[in-house]
């Protein structure tokens, strides 16, 4: 059984009994038991029988795709809620005209169960409608975050390779620019950032090509 094994952050590989060639596609079972049909990229590294393989889910489920549907249902979630809210306020307003007219309630008369209960109705209602507004402004809020990510290029892509070599050399660009002053420097540590910014850059690039040149 073919089965993931996280390497870096973002990024799973396959653990594979036998051996397999590039492009081949294999079936990986996910800690849950669900099988993904993926697609071989590089050996990574074989010890003791086993075997590490970089690999892409051959129907192109990824990162970005997941962003996508995560978005998605979060969109869905929000309209719900919204629903919810517009509801419960329909509802609170059910007694409007009545309450509108600012009666006093009769204590001890046939009317005040009656009219106590109207009053604590519009306002659960309302406290309803309310906690649902809310919500949904959460999951708005929550469904722009993913939509941004939803173009993310990380290591888990083979994109990632000719991405992180453009990256590198807009980092170099910029870091050379703050050396010989074509670049303002916006602070006393902007040369030292730009530096680790190359060092960061350069050892995801080593990664990259190690998952997918």
């Given at each position: 059984m073919n089965t993931y094994v996280k390497f870096c952050p973002n990024v799973f590989v396959a653990l594979c009994t036998e051996k397999h060639e590039k492009g081949d596609t294999i079936a990986v079972t996910t800690k849950y038991g669900k099988e993904n049909d993926c697609i071989v990229f590089n050996e990574i590294v074989a010890k003791e029988g086993r075997f590490y393989y970089s690999i892409v889910r051959a129907?192109?489920?990824?990162?970005?795709e997941w962003a996508k549907r995560?978005?998605?249902?979060?969109?869905?979630?929000?309209?719900?809620?919204?629903?919810?809210?517009d509801e419960y306020y329909k509802k609170s307003n059910k007694d409007r005209?009545?309450?509108?007219?600012?009666?006093?309630?009769?204590?001890?008369?046939?009317?005040?169960?009656?009219?106590?209960?109207?009053?604590?109705?519009?306002?659960?209602?309302?406290g309803k409608c309310v906690?649902?507004?809310?919500?949904?402004?959460?999951?708005?809020?929550?469904?722009?975050?993913?939509?941004?990510?939803?173009?993310?290029i990380n290591l888990s892509m083979p994109e990632s390779?000719?991405?992180?070599?453009?990256?590198?050399?807009?980092?170099?660009?910029k870091h050379e620019g703050l050396k010989n002053g074509t670049i303002e420097k916006s602070h006393g540590y902007s040369l030292t950032y730009a530096k680790k910014e190359i060092n960061e850059i350069e050892k995801k690039l080593k990664l990259a090509i190690k998952l997918w040149a």
């Open positions: 129907d192109g489920f990824n990162t970005q995560r978005a998605e249902k979060l969109q869905t979630a929000s309209l719900n809620a919204d629903k919810k809210s005209g009545f309450l509108s007219l600012s009666e006093p309630i009769k204590v001890g008369h046939h009317s005040e169960k009656g009219h106590r209960k109207i009053i604590e109705q519009a306002h659960n209602n309302m906690e649902f507004s809310d919500k949904s402004k959460g999951y708005d809020e929550r469904a722009e975050y993913w939509k941004s990510k939803a173009n993310t390779l000719e991405f992180y070599g453009f990256e590198l050399e807009k980092a170099k660009a």
